[in-house]
């Protein structure tokens, strides 16, 4: 089952720009504050290796690697239950923050403090797990015998509930395996990895600080949620102009690499998630696995009968590719190894998988 991103934040911060640079959608971005809609759509994790092989191979076809995003409904006053659980549904979060000023789209709470919305929202889901989990003490302590399983999910929930009274990560628990196993049904909301945009506009990209940055960047730091600071308003021009004209506009206004990009790769990253890349002239594809994966499983994404039938992964490394652009070179050179069903797949790892069945 593919993962999914889920977008977060107050109403009228940017969220639903952010989800259609992301799947290059045309959702509707209006001023009502209300909206309670959730859109899903693919999400492409852009990949400049993939280029470089295309340009090798010649492909039909280019694939490149994908995340599923949600977005999620505003979080506003009546929103609570809605928005909670959606976030539920989904494995991963982008918190959109308002930092850009602009007088014809009003705050929900009037004025402008990105800290302030931050902690708001992030109490939302520090207070849902922390009911859940004293209603859950609720009914164990109501039980006649409290034995085995029930009393380590009894002694887990009871340093959860320490913990997020203090408004702390659950992570900082310090909850063994098998604590985390019995409390895992329960879907905690505060154990979702997070990564904070911070929406800014033109005149603070321009000076590249917004009012109030050092307390969010500190509060990103305490919480380990990465902070991207981006002016989606400007994002959406850029994504209208043709490729060439794109570049350079990019260029005129000092920006390596289109912030929608850095979000993507970020919150890929931030998952745990890395691509390892096949060729050929039919296609050259990326694809997604948990970092640590070991050869055969990442040959099961390919095909099931792969992973069933595996013999060895000729694995080439895209450093060389990109170095000698030639396979047989590679080959030539000793630089293609073949690797065994233990060998753990690292990211750009080119494979060819041989198998029999």
């Keep these: ?3 999914t991103c889920g977008i977060i934040g107050l109403p009228l911060v940017g969220k639903t720009t952010l989800f259609n ?23 492409k994790i852009p ?15 280019v694939t490149p690697a994908t995340l599923e995003v949600t977005d999620l409904p505003g979080l506003n006053r009546g929103s609570g239950a809605a928005f909670l659980n959606a976030v539920r549904e989904v494995d991963a979060l982008i ?14 709470d009037g004025d402008i403090n990105p800290l302030s919305d931050l902690e708001n929202v992030n109490a939302e889901l520090f207070l849902a797990d922390l009911q859940m989990v004293e209603t859950r003490l609720e009914r164990i302590a109501a039980s006649k015998k409290i034995k085995g399983e029930t009393l380590i999910e ?43 945009v911070i929406n800014m506009d033109e005149d603070q990209l321009r000076d590249g600080h917004y009012e109030g940055e050092e307390s969010v960047s500190l509060y ?14 400007l994002e959406a021009e850029i994504a209208l102009l043709d490729p060439g004209e794109r570049e350079l506009f990019l260029r005129e206004m000092g920006i390596s690499e289109p912030g929608v990009e850095r979000v993507a790769k970020t919150i890929y ?11 050929g002239p039919d296609e050259v594809k990326a694809w997604t696995i948990n970092k640590g994966t070991a050869a055969r499983a990442a040959a099961g994404k390919v095909h099931t009968d792969i992973e069933r039938g595996f013999i060895r992964a000729e694995v080439v490394k895209y450093e060389d590719m990109e170095k000698y652009r030639d396979m047989t070179k590679i080959k030539d050179k000793g630089l ?18 041989r198998f029999n069945i």
């Design 336 to 353: 293609a190894r073949l690797e065994g069903k233990d060998y753990i797949v690292q990211d750009g790892d080119i494979i060819e998988f």
């Design 154 to 196: 009894q002694e887990a929930l009871k340093r959860c509930q320490e913990v997020l009274n203090e408004e702390k990560p659950l992570l900082e628990a310090g909850l063994s395996d098998d604590e985390w196993q019995a409390v895992r049904s329960l879907g905690f909301l505060t154990t979702k990895p997070m990564i904070l």
């Design 21 to 43: 640079l992301l799947t290059q959608g045309e959702e509707e971005t209006s001023s009502y504050a209300g909206r309670t809609k959730t859109s899903v759509r693919v999400a």
């Design 269 to 279: 990253e931030h998952l745990g998630l890395i691509s390892f890349l096949t060729v």
């Design 95 to 108: 918190h959109v923050v308002r930092a850009f000023r602009n007088d014809n789209i009003p705050h929900i």
């Design 220 to 233: 990103g730091e305490e919480k380990g949620f990465p902070v991207l600071s981006i002016c989606l308003e």
């Design 47 to 61: 990949d400049k290796r993939l280029d470089l092989l295309a340009e090798i191979y010649h492909p039909r076809k």
């Design 1 to 3: 089952m593919a993962l």
